[in-house]
């Protein structure tokens, strides 16, 4: 009895203890209004902006596919970080940032455009566009031809813009121009849930009235509801109409178009990059030359295939206006609808080739978007989000050249398409001859452009590199910075092979330009101990070559000799013109003009067709053929191999 009674004190105080330390413990909890996690809404997220702060795609994807981690790239992306956020909130966007999302292209909630033949289309204008200045110059892009007393002036402005400025200054910035569609695309119909988009123009000592007509024509021409902005961004320019003019001239439009100007000569491709920083209020970039006008319904095709698969980017069709006289026609060249692909030699030279049958067959319309291998650059429109994640062009390309190339071959390879739009047309003002040009920054170096397509070939090209050296053999000891970022960006995102490219979208490209063979010798061709070596003096489809002073430096004086026999220049040949003694250059394939011999040892080359060798006149600075004599020390050469720096 005596255990019973003190095992039963003893679990009273066993029980009285516990009851205790919960009533004190109990106090020491916080009440609901001083949650130190902060206080909590209905739906159980803190107070604030957490979702607007990071914005997934959406829909969100819920498809198969290659997974890959963007938070390294979203991390660069700086319009989305809140650097001023709490720590707390930092940290969960970093959780929500580790989700997986891929490039496998998906269809958002947008209807395919229609063909309603008959019917005007939804966007197509009711009433024509009134004229900047009824009957003035160049309206309805008519040619405007100036007399012989705007000679001097004419000539000046094209020196230091590469246009007749003197015309365009009498051109109403807001003339109307003509419709170069085809007449089907009068009648497509578009989901009118387009995305919105930030039109981002780059310039850097742009012509007044060729800069603002290109402001003016997309203000005048896109539909107010998809037009967010218009982003500027001067890339340290020193002209003074493009300072406190410009500022105040874009006033007018209430912040509609906005300008930023960069601290120093960044060159177009980072400008770009720039640009899409600052351009934040659209879904969709749209990038335009400083010399364009946008053509009549420009807008809805070019932006609704990426309202419908947010990873295709689109391009319009550009039209060639004149630089003198401000016409505007279509580019020449396509099939026989004027559709081409773009396409590129293996010097990476830019080319256009006929749309394939194996394309036509994958549309049902003549104006349908058709897929391209590639882009000129200038002119395209990509979605925001989607260019972010793809790194935006690569940094370390410097100024102009190849990063038409880069972005194309990243769209395709790494799970997006790139497609051509008929029915968004764009004229652009190419540059005329007698420009001076716009010299790039001494902190850039020699060999920008050269740089910039060995960057692009040993990140993306694989084995297929070896065409580039041999089309290029002066790069194969470039300098060309570290790539190695580019290469773990192409393994963290499975991109595909080049060779997988090649196969399936460039497959027509080696029809029209072949693999090129291998060389046998290349470099400068000097007359033997002279100080003289041939040269194309630019001349390319049938100009003389010429004997011009030795450079080293390569460019119209760089050429190689290949297995198949072909004395070569970038994609021209040697041969013998039509007086049958003048040697020209002139465009040729592979089973061209397969007719010269280096001999080495001899120090000569021989025109195996004909037995003759290559002959020149020191005093005419002339090149041809003449009957083969080893006594002329005329018909001695040597070819000095060139390294680019």
């Given at each position: 009895m005596r255990l019973k009674v003190g095992f039963i004190i003893r679990s009273l105080l066993f029980i009285g203890t516990f009851l205790g330390l919960l009533v004190f413990w109990s106090s020491l909890s916080p009440k609901n209004d001083e949650n130190p996690f902060g206080k909590r809404n209905n739906g159980g997220l803190p107070k604030g902006d957490v979702p607007d702060q990071f914005k997934p795609v959406v829909p969100w994807p819920h498809v198969e596919g290659v997974e890959v981690d963007l938070n390294s790239i979203r991390l660069k992306h700086v319009g989305v970080n809140n650097r001023n956020h709490a720590d707390q909130q930092q940290n969960q966007k970093r959780v929500i940032q580790q989700q997986y999302v891929t490039f496998k292209p998906h269809t958002q909630g947008h209807t395919s455009p229609i063909l309603k033949k008959g019917i005007l289309g939804n966007f197509e204008p009711k009433e024509p566009e009134p004229p900047g200045v009824p009957g003035g110059p160049g309206e309805g892009a008519k040619p405007f031809v100036l007399g012989p007393e705007y000679k001097d002036a004419v000539q000046s402005s094209i020196k230091e813009f590469g246009f007749n400025m003197v015309a365009s200054d009498m051109i109403s910035l807001d003339r109307t121009i003509n419709d170069l569609r085809h007449e089907e695309c009068k009648y497509w119909h578009y989901d009118d849930r387009l995305m919105t988009s930030s039109v981002v123009i780059v310039f850097h000592n742009e012509g007044w009235s060729t800069l603002m007509r290109t402001v003016h024509s997309v203000i005048k021409r896109t539909p107010t509801r998809y037009l967010a902005e218009i982003v500027m961004i001067d890339d340290f320019s020193n002209k003074d109409h493009l300072k406190e003019r410009l500022e105040e001239y874009i006033k007018q439009w209430n912040g509609l178009v906005q300008l930023f100007r960069n601290e120093k000569r960044e060159g177009l491709i980072q400008a770009r990059s720039i640009g899409a920083n600052k351009a934040t209020k659209g879904q969709v970039l749209i990038y335009l030359d400083a010399h364009c006008e946008v053509g009549i319904n420009w807008y809805p095709p070019l932006v609704a295939p990426i309202s419908k698969d947010r990873t295709v980017c689109t391009v319009p069709l550009i039209d060639y206006i004149d630089?003198?006289?401000?016409?505007?026609?279509?580019?020449?060249?396509?099939?026989?609808?004027?559709?081409?692909?773009?396409?590129?030699?293996?010097?990476?030279?830019?080319?256009?080739?006929?749309?394939?049958?194996?394309?036509?067959?994958?549309?049902?319309?003549?104006?349908?978007?058709?897929?391209?291998?590639?882009?000129?650059?200038?002119?395209f429109a990509i979605e925001r989000d989607f260019f972010f994640e793809l790194g935006l062009y690569d940094p370390g390309l410097q100024i102009w050249g190849g990063e038409n190339f880069e972005i194309s071959y990243k769209i395709w390879q790494c799970g997006g398409q790139l497609l051509f739009v008929p029915c968004s047309r764009i004229g652009h003002i190419y540059r005329l001859k007698g420009w001076q040009g716009n010299p790039p920054p001494a902190h850039?170096?020699?060999?920008?452009?050269?740089?910039?397509?060995?960057?692009?070939?040993?990140?993306?090209?694989?084995?297929?590199?070896d065409y580039f050296y041999a089309s290029r053999p002066e790069t194969r000891a470039l300098a060309y910075g570290d790539i190695s970022e580019l290469k773990r960006f192409r393994e963290e995102h499975r991109c595909k092979s080049f060779k997988w490219f090649m196969e399936e979208i460039a497959y027509d490209i080696p029809l029209h330009y072949p693999l090129p063979p291998k060389n046998v010798d290349w470099g400068e061709i000097r007359g033997f101990e002279t100080s003289y070596c041939i040269d194309s003096m630019g001349h390319t489809n049938g100009g003389n070559v010429e004997m011009g002073p030795c450079h080293r430096m390569g460019g119209n004086q760089l050429f190689r000799i290949n297995e198949a026999d072909q004395l070569m220049q970038y994609d021209q040949c040697l041969t013998r013109g039509g007086d049958n003694s003048a040697v020209i250059i002139t465009h040729c394939d592979q089973k061209q003009h397969n007719e010269w011999k280096y001999f080495t040892d001899l120090h000569r080359f021989t025109h195996l067709t004909t037995g003759k060798c290559l002959d020149r006149s020191d005093l005419l600075h002339k090149v041809f053929t003449s009957d083969c004599d080893t006594s002329k020390t005329t018909q001695k050469w040597e070819m000095n191999n060139i390294v680019a720096v």
């Open positions: 630089g003198n006289q401000y016409s505007m026609e279509p580019q020449q060249g396509g099939d026989e609808d004027g559709l081409a692909r773009g396409a590129w030699d293996w010097s990476l030279l830019w080319k256009r080739v006929p749309l394939s049958q194996r394309e036509k067959a994958q549309r049902k319309h003549t104006t349908q978007p058709y897929r391209s291998p590639a882009m000129a650059g200038g002119l850039v170096g020699s060999s920008p452009t050269l740089k910039n397509y060995v960057r692009v070939v040993e990140t993306w090209w694989d084995d297929y590199k």
